[in-house]
């Protein structure tokens, strides 16, 4: 019988074999640096971070003005940062699982909406009770963002430029957090506490409808089945017994925690004396902010060249040596430490947090959930609790303890990764 090519019964193993070799997809590698979808991704998540942290840490501009107007102490108005950051802390592990099921983008779409939502709630609340329970609902609905959008970048962007892409994703956040809190100063000072939290709240939704507008579908996403939540809580669980990312976990920890608590009360050193600085000037030290927008991004690109454990190492002497400055009585000086101490911190945190990707070779949105967990735990926890050292000892003793802690993440970072790691590399 003469050949037909279109009876297929005649091969039939050889041609169902071909037709699905030819049908069959490449593995995706994700897009690369310079394409418009890696612009969009990038784009995207800088609104996402926006609204974020605008939001997130808004009231930390305006603690003096909140703890004058609603007669509380200094670690009593830095619970709207803490609880604010218990809540997302609680929730990002949950938002993780949701995020695997429903994908990546439409977890970060609920969530941004949500907190949007809360947030022009806020100026209302009728007591300061009302507006921490508000706070930890936010809270709650930002826990969305953080760790979904890390596993987001490392499905959708070439393994090649994620460390960059990382990078310039926590520039963003920098970027939403100076905006709520230059934002918030200035406008608390003249109006009062609600109208700023009314406008932070304003610009937050704005940056939500762009994110919505810009970020692209997922393409590198699969969703999981019930027995692969199953084995996202026994990824969970080999996570917190993996040292590399323990060590990581740690450094989120700790360094988040001292970054939070100067943050919070050296306003309140800068408004007693020999100072007495207002709240609009006082609004203006979060402009060293920049220099973490800068020094993520750099400290990416210098991964390729130095390894991620040289340049993680790097950023906390850059905190260190920052911090020390800011025990001199001189405004100059404190300033320019607080440029130092803030390069150095957000240098370290975009490489522990772009990290965790690339060592979970499974399981990533769980192992970026993990270190925005103990992130926002050390924020939450550390920041309030440096109030105390603050109110009973002074700014020297919480510089000091800050700096304790950043060289105790050192050593860590030093024991658990060895020098031996060659630069760029997953290590």
């Not at 019964?9 to 310079?34: D, F, M, N, V």
């Not at 890390?150 to 962007?157: F, G, P, R, S």
């Not at 920098?174 to 000072?189: D, S």
């Not at 000892?393 to 060289?407: D, E, H, K, N």
Request: proline content about 4%; glycine content about 12%.
């Amino acid at each position: 019988m003469p050949y037909d090519p279109t009876r297929t019964s005649q091969y039939p193993a050889q041609t169902l074999l071909a037709r699905e070799q030819s049908t069959e997809r490449p593995p995706w590698e994700g897009h690369t640096k310079g394409s418009a979808a890696y612009g969009r991704i990038l784009a995207g998540l800088a609104f996402a971070g926006v609204a974020t942290f605008a939001q997130l840490y808004s009231t930390q501009a305006m603690l003096p003005i909140m703890a004058a107007d609603l007669r509380i102490t200094a670690a009593e108005a830095a619970l709207t940062i803490s609880l604010a950051t218990v809540g997302l802390a609680v929730t990002v592990i949950p938002w993780s699982f949701l995020a695997d099921r429903i994908g990546r983008v439409r977890a970060m779409t609920w969530g941004i909406s949500a907190a949007t939502v809360l947030g022009l709630l806020l100026p209302l609340a009728p007591s300061f009770a009302m507006l921490l329970g508000l706070r930890v609902l936010e809270g709650m609905a930002l826990g969305g963002i953080p760790a979904i959008a890390i596993a987001y970048l490392n499905e959708e962007v070439n393994k090649a430029h994620a460390a960059l892409a990382a990078g310039s994703y926590v520039a963003g956040t920098t970027l939403g957090g100076l905006a709520g809190r230059l934002v918030a100063g200035p406008v608390g000072e003249w109006w009062g506490w609600r109208a700023a939290a009314l406008a932070v709240s304003v610009l937050a939704t704005v940056a939500a409808i762009l994110f919505l507008l810009m970020i692209p579908s997922a393409r590198g996403f699969t969703a999981a089945t019930a027995n692969g939540l199953r084995g996202a809580v026994r990824t969970l669980a080999g996570h917190t017994r993996n040292p590399r990312l323990l060590a990581l976990y740690v450094q989120a920890f700790l360094l988040m925690g001292g970054f939070v608590a100067v943050y919070n009360y050296l306003g309140f050193r800068l408004t007693g004396e020999p100072f007495n600085l207002p709240a609009t000037a006082i609004s203006l030290i979060f402009l060293a902010y920049l220099s973490g927008t800068v020094s993520s991004r750099w400290a990416a690109n210098l991964t390729t060249r130095f390894g991620r454990r040289n340049v993680l190492a790097a950023g906390i002497v850059l905190m260190v040596g920052g911090l020390a400055l800011t025990l001199a009585p001189v405004l100059v000086l404190i300033l320019f430490g607080l440029l130092i101490f803030t390069g150095g911190f957000f240098a370290a945190h975009a490489i522990g947090s772009g990290w965790t990707g690339s060592i979970a070779t499974s399981g990533r949105a769980q192992a970026a959930s993990l270190y925005n967990l103990a992130y926002y735990l050390g924020s939450s926890v550390i920041g309030w609790a440096g109030g105390l050292v603050f109110q009973t000892l002074g700014w020297t003793a919480l510089a000091l303890s800050v700096m304790g802690m950043a060289c105790t993440t050192a050593v860590v970072v030093a024991v658990v990764h060895p020098a031996s790691t060659a630069p760029g590399s997953s290590q």
